[in-house]
């Protein structure tokens, strides 16, 4: 180990991620986590029925894992094989979507499969949506490496001193990508059966924004899924969060629960005027403590990380004006139901789709109102893995489209409503049988509770949106402009939310605190 101490606060999986490549590249890290568990909004629920022989657990966070090969290269990074710590399995399908009026349509990344499902649901659409999916390719392969394995800056300096010729060449990419094109244009142009409009449409809503407002470049989401599959983790989605925390200990990476932050600590002289002339000495805890670092990774929410844990004299690039000019990502309810008997029209992922899907949308980004009639998303990963409910069981994770907090909605009052409604719509519309007579344990999570769990900003899922260039490409930056030794991690942060990029954000953040660190 150096004498360099780094301290990560929140050990979600940006900060284990950061943690891990530090602590295996020879820093000492100390991790400090406000709750009693590891794994941020990665989080587990398990509820136990006493005449069943083993519980109900659930998954309350992210419920399908793409791009494994990130978290087998962060593996690799510690000398280790993910094949030996994180049993996966390849969905098939990855998804079901189901209409009111009995039609069904299944995404799968077999590829001859997905071209039958098209040609039964839209045949028409065949080619068009083979053109869609090589435009997300072209994304990917323009911007993959260039823009999330790495940050802005990373990107600009290249092999290490900036170049003018790599930034002109830079310039280019945007308008190959679709940076200034609507991402729903995009689909249209394309697709014209309105259902499988609606499919794709979703695919914005896994980054918090809506297809309406969010870049063409979204097209991204699709073709990693659909090309390169969509996956589960034996045991559920949090043994991701149990083998991130048990290879972080193998490596030495101290671990504090329990302890929450309230201050990241500078020192310099006066206010920070101007970027760079505060240096980060540590943080103080919420008992009054203080730990020294030379370095913090801040894997808290970006936006709550501002407001309430660096001083305003600290923070001038991020005043509180500006801050409230971000706009939050979507959010949605949860509600975990465990329940006797199982639904063989479910498949692992399946989401019945409302009436009018775009109704839903323009409710969570538009009008900031509860929707009419929601998208229903259940994930049964009892279909995969019956060991997560007892025999003859299923555990239901079901999320519905809502929008942030901006006070106008009291979910203590309107979340039960919300409930019923879901539960009413399964159960009448769409042939959930007796759900609401089957129930033996329920648990429900509102944009509030996100909030008050996570310090979620605004209770969003994602923290910010993805609506619009700025806020898609130009997050929060990985490194603060105005602290030296501060660096961030997470989904508001560069590259964004998802598991894969959550991730990604980690490794940027340990490369830039290793290159802050080694000029000290």
């Not at 490496?145 to 060449?169: H, K, V």
């Not at 002289?269 to 540590?282: E, I, L, N, S």
């Not at 994930?379 to 299923?394: F, L």
Request: glycine share 10%; charged share 20%; aromatic share 8%.
């Amino acid at each position: 180990m150096t004498t360099h101490r780094v301290t990560v606060i929140g050990g979600g999986v940006g900060g284990l991620a950061a943690a891990i490549r530090l602590c295996a590249g020879g820093t000492a890290v100390r991790v400090l986590e406000a709750g009693p568990r590891l794994g941020g909004k990665l989080n587990r629920w398990t509820a136990t029925v006493t005449d069943r022989s083993r519980p109900f657990q659930f998954d309350m966070g992210p419920s399908l894992l793409t791009l494994p090969l990130v978290l087998a290269d962060l593996f690799a990074a510690a000398g280790r094989d993910i094949r030996k710590a994180l049993p996966i399995h390849r969905l098939h399908p990855i998804s079901r979507f189901v209409w009111g009026d009995g039609q069904a349509f299944q995404l799968t990344s077999d590829r001859a499969e997905l071209q039958r499902q098209i040609g039964a649901l839209a045949p028409d659409d065949l080619g068009g949506f083979e053109r869609f999916l090589t435009f997300g390719r072209k994304v990917w392969d323009l911007s993959g490496d260039l823009f999330l394995s790495q940050s802005p800056e990373q990107a600009l300096r290249g092999d290490g001193t900036f170049s003018p010729g790599r930034a002109l060449a830079m310039l280019t990419v945007p308008l190959r990508i679709g940076m200034f094109q609507k991402y729903a244009v995009l689909v249209d142009k394309y697709i014209q059966n309105q259902r499988l409009r609606e499919v794709l449409y979703q695919y914005a809503t896994y980054s918090g924004a809506s297809p309406f407002l969010a870049p063409a470049t979204l097209a991204v989401i699709p073709h990693v899924e659909l090309e390169m599959g969509g996956w589960y983790v034996s045991g559920g989605m949090y043994t991701i969060a149990e083998q991130l925390e048990k290879l972080a200990r193998e490596l030495g990476v101290e671990i504090r629960l329990n302890t929450p932050v309230a201050r990241i600590l500078t020192e310099g002289h006066g206010k920070a005027k101007k970027a760079g002339t505060k240096r980060v000495r540590g943080v103080a805890l919420a008992d009054g403590s203080i730990v020294e670092a030379d370095a913090v990774i801040c894997n808290a929410d970006v936006m709550y990380a501002y407001r309430e844990l660096i001083a305003p004299e600290d923070r001038p690039s991020w005043s509180n004006a500006k801050l409230a000019k971000v706009e939050p990502g979507g959010s949605g309810m949860v509600l975990l139901l465990g329940v006797d008997g199982t639904y063989p029209q479910l498949a692992h992922h399946t989401k019945f789709m409302p009436d009018d899907y775009t109704s839903d949308l323009r409710a969570m980004f538009e009008t900031r109102t509860i929707p009419d009639d929601p998208c229903i998303y259940v994930c049964a990963s009892t279909r995969t893995d019956p060991t997560q409910a007892p025999p003859g069981c299923e555990n239901l994770f079901v999320l519905c489209s809502a929008p942030p907090l901006d006070g106008t909605i009291d979910w203590a009052i309107e979340g039960p409503k919300y409930r019923d409604k879901i539960i009413a719509t399964l159960e009448h519309k769409f042939g959930l049988t007796d759900l609401s007579k089957r129930i033996l344990v329920e648990r429900r999570i509102t944009p509030a509770d996100l909030k008050s769990m996570y310090n979620a900003n605004a209770g969003s899922i994602y923290g910010i949106s993805s609506n619009g260039v700025k806020q898609a490409f130009l997050r929060p930056p990985n490194r603060d402009r105005d602290i030296k030794g501060l660096f961030f991690a997470g989904g508001a942060t560069h590259p964004g939310g998802g598991l894969p990029l959550v991730a990604l954000s980690g490794k940027i953040a340990a490369e830039l605190a290793t290159e802050y660190l080694n000029g000290l």
